[in-house]
């Protein structure tokens, strides 16, 4: 089994920035791929980013230039530092690991971090 534990998340105004932190354990291989995703009252479930063992990334557009995603294998992390928040970034954020990121999102997922960004 896999466990995703994230922390990192909180209250921030608008223009602030956080850093969110993903550990991973049990079953891991370097070689599977990890990322973030969150989902908006209201709203689905959206990719904001993920990266595979290589360092190959994929953004949502709507994050690109804010957000940067990063990885420590030796320590199975995965970081997403968020800069200029804006109140529309604010959801429940989670940590996702899986073989690839076209399959990330059938199997592991954290218990989420909640970020609110007020105006």
């Known amino acids: 089994q896999v466990q995703l534990v994230e922390s990192g998340g909180g209250l921030v105004q608008a223009g602030g920035s956080l850093r969110l932190s993903c550990a991973a354990s049990g079953r891991i291989f370097t070689s599977n791929a990890m990322g973030w995703y969150r989902q908006a009252p209201g709203k689905e479930r959206e990719l904001v980013a993920v990266m595979t063992s290589g360092g190959n990334t994929n953004y949502a557009d709507s994050v690109k230039g804010r957000f940067t995603i990063s990885r420590d294998n030796a320590k199975n992390t995965v970081y997403l530092q968020m800069n200029s928040l804006k109140p529309v970034d604010t959801g429940v954020y989670y940590c996702?690991?899986?073989?690839?990121?076209?399959?990330?999102?059938?199997?592991?997922w954290g218990q989420g971090t909640q970020v609110t960004v007020s105006s």
């Open positions: 996702a690991l899986g073989p690839s990121i076209a399959t990330m999102t059938s199997y592991y």
